[in-house]
Nanobody, 126 residues
């Protein structure tokens, strides 16, 4: 089971930027499609972005397209989410996740992911 740990969350003003990081344990990271999800208070967990194992393909939720960028460094077992032009509605706990399987395409369904980090809080003030 891959262990995941997020960092980089915090409090930022609207229009600001944050970069989230996620470190993965083990030797499978470079073979795994990875994703970012978020959960706001009182809401269900929502898809944010995903990236295939090689980094060649990415997908974004419409709400973050053009503002957020997902990337990875397989040599360091690291996943990133660069968040720019942040809005108060981006406030949530952000989770990184590993998609079940190896060398699979990306997915926006949380049920397709079987390893999750503990989450990092992002708060955007108006």
């Amino acid at each position: 089971q891959m262990q995941l740990a997020e960092s980089g969350g915090g409090l930022v003003q609207a229009g600001g930027s944050l970069r989230l990081s996620c470190v993965a344990s083990g030797r499978l990271f470079s073979k795994c499609t990875m994703g970012w999800f978020r959960q706001a208070p009182g809401e269900e967990r929502a898809f944010v972005a995903a990236i295939t194992w090689s980094g060649a393909d990415t997908i974004y939720a419409d709400s973050v397209k053009g503002r957020f960028t997902i990337s990875r460094d397989n040599a360091k077992n690291m996943l990133y989410l660069q968040m720019n032009s942040l809005k108060p509605e981006d406030t949530a706990v952000y989770y990184c996740a590993r998609r079940l399987g190896l060398y699979v395409s990306y997915s926006a369904r949380s049920a397709d992911y079987n390893s999750w980090g503990q989450g990092t809080q992002v708060t955007v003030s108006a």
